[in-house]
């Protein structure tokens, strides 16, 4: 089975900083996709980052980039020029790869990170 | 944007009494599933579903069923519920295929059980 493992429970940042979210993972699968969802005070999961295991360019979505080292099974977020508004627990997941033909795996979420912005 | 839409946001139900807990897509997504998010935990698969009356246990199954009888709504049922059942419950779907653009939760439910 896989996990997945947010070391840091709760990570503080200055207003405009830059703040990286660790995350690691075990599997022995070749095939799969890592994620970063944010989770604000609304409770709605959102997705912020997705990346294909066998896409070796890092994926990045405006302030949202990601550090992914498949080797080390290493996923880390950094958010650039942090803002109030990213102020959420943050969660790591995995997904296997293959298709299964009789339907898909749920996700494997790491316990997650409180990220605090201060202003 | 597909919607996934929770019936309740919070919910207060007595220890013994059966809960269903309702959840709809509205973008024809194969895939369904429950979670439960617990503080320190993260999130947990109870059960998913891949297909119209198709189900499969997820990783803490116990106390939980599942019911799907239409595409769209995901059911789930806590046949005799128990204070350690209270617990943030999230509705999540996607599609089988193309499944790397990842799931679309609903807005959870906040389930005590008193």
């Known amino acids: 089975a896989q996990t997945v493992t947010q070391s840091q429970p709760e990570m503080s940042v200055q207003e405009a900083e830059t703040v990286t979210l660790s995350c690691t993972y075990d599997t022995s699968e070749s095939d799969y996709y890592l994620f970063w969802y944010k989770q604000p005070p609304s409770r709605q999961m959102i997705l912020v980052i997705r990346q294909e295991a066998y896409k070796q360019q890092n994926a990045t979505e405006n302030r949202f980039s990601v550090n992914f080292q498949k080797a080390a099974k290493s996923f880390s977020l950094k958010i650039s020029d942090s803002q109030l508004g990213d102020a959420a627990m943050y969660f790591c997941a995995y997904r296997s790869g293959g298709y299964s033909g009789g339907g898909a795996d749920g996700l494997t979420f790491g316990k997650g990170t409180h990220l605090i912005i201060q202003p | 944007d597909v919607k996934v839409t929770q019936s309740s946001r919070y919910l207060v139900k007595r220890t013994g009494e059966k809960v269903f807990l309702e959840c709809v897509q509205d973008m024809d997504h194969e895939n369904m599933f429950w979670y439960r998010q617990d503080p320190g935990l993260g999130l947990r698969l109870i059960y998913f579903?891949?297909?119209?009356?198709?189900?499969e246990k997820g990783d803490i199954p116990e106390g939980y069923s599942v019911s799907r009888e239409k595409k769209e709504r995901f059911s789930l049922i806590l046949e005799s519920a128990s204070t350690n059942q209270t617990s943030m419950y999230l509705c999540?779907?996607?599609?089988?295929?193309?499944?790397?653009?990842?799931?679309?939760f609903g807005s959870g439910t906040r389930l005590t059980v008193v």
């Open positions: 999540a779907s996607s599609l089988i295929i193309g499944t790397d653009y990842g799931y679309t």
């Open positions: 579903s891949y297909d119209v009356k198709m189900k």
